[in-house]
């Protein structure tokens, strides 16, 4: 009896110690970087994109030969979508990639960043309205006045909605609620439809229990990973965005302590991001069609000139809004009319 109480008692002390050496080792890890980052995103564990988040992370740590250490966060993991923002102003997380069209009361300069209905979906043209024309100056102040440095911004496809019941005209919008955050939203309510805002991980739930009637995605691969087209299998031929243009924001504190060579290494690697991003995203995206096409998906018919021109005028006004909301929103679309008008 006494051998078998000091046999317990060894395996206890024996797991104890396993068990701080462990966390003794952990802590050890995080020491040995100079500065901890926590990155928050959108996106759920397993997604494309996630892991293109995560690509970013290692990226910044290899550049930063390990002195820059980033924990990925994903959706749902300590902070919700429609708090990445305020997350990143107050330092709760240090870095963050948000859907700005979330984030339209805090600031409204990111729903016009993001891409207003009726704009380019020109890779070319948008590289060049952010850093040619002089976009990248205005946001760039516009962030920082919240505490924030925005750093180099990447694209992602053209923004499709996807509903349960088919959309055979516009006129077939009005009274469905749709999940469509800030500008996207009243686009769609100029059509008659009832905008909802809802994270990217409640879409599939809100559809299946009726919620909601439809989504947008902020792309097609958003479908696909969200295996919307489980609950929706119909898709509108006319897509609300050609393109979204899509930040990465560090807080402006923890971004103030790194010397001048962190800083670049961390800006370099959220440019070779922004280059990966659209690679995968146009690769990506032909593959989401036809994997959701084999489970089912049935697009709308061709839309007719009247439902063209009704899509078109439901855009008109948002450009002239927008601009009221707020002196950097004016300045991006005082700068986008001028570049149109060339």
Request: no cysteine.
């Amino acid at each position: 009896m006494l051998n078998f109480i000091r046999n317990i008692k060894k395996n206890i002390v024996t797991t104890s110690v396993i068990a701080l050496l462990g966390v003794m080792a952990i802590v050890d890890t995080a020491s040995a970087a100079d500065y901890n980052w926590r990155f928050a995103n959108l996106y759920g564990r397993g997604t494309a994109f996630g892991e293109l988040y995560e690509g970013l992370a290692k990226d910044i740590e290899k550049r930063t030969e390990g002195k820059i250490k980033v924990q990925v966060l994903y959706s749902g993991e300590g902070v919700g979508t429609s708090g990445l923002l305020a997350a990143a102003k107050s330092g709760l997380i240090t870095m963050a990639a948000p859907f700005q069209s979330m984030h339209a009361g805090e600031l409204p300069a990111g729903v016009v960043e993001i891409g207003l209905p009726g704009g380019t979906d020109n890779p070319d043209e948008l590289y060049k309205l952010f850093h040619n024309d002089g976009w990248d100056k205005v946001l760039t102040q516009a962030y920082g006045s919240q505490g924030l440095v925005w750093l180099e911004p990447y694209i992602q496809p053209a923004v499709y909605i996807i509903t349960k019941k088919p959309i055979n005209s516009v006129e077939d919008f009005k009274g469905l609620k749709i999940r469509a955050p800030g500008a996207y939203g009243k686009f769609l309510r100029n059509l008659g439809a009832s905008p909802v805002s809802l994270a990217w991980s409640e879409i599939y739930t809100s559809l299946a229990t009726g919620v909601i009637d439809g989504s947008i995605g902020s792309n097609m691969i958003d479908h696909r990973d969200g295996n919307h087209v489980e609950v929706a299998k119909y898709m509108y031929k006319l897509p609300l965005a050609g393109a979204q243009v899509l930040p990465i924001l560090v807080n402006k504190a923890a971004w103030n302590k790194l010397p001048d060579n962190l800083k670049k290494a961390v800006q370099e690697a959220t440019v070779e991001h922004a280059k990966t991003q659209l690679a995968m995203s146009k690769k990506w995206e032909s593959e989401a069609i036809a994997q959701m096409e084999a489970k089912g998906l049935q697009w709308s018919p061709a839309p007719s000139d009247a439902d063209k021109a009704a899509w078109k005028k439901a855009g008109a006004g948002l450009w002239d809004e927008y601009a009221a909301a707020d002196k950097y929103s004016k300045e991006l679309i005082d700068i986008l009319k001028k570049t149109q008008a060339q």
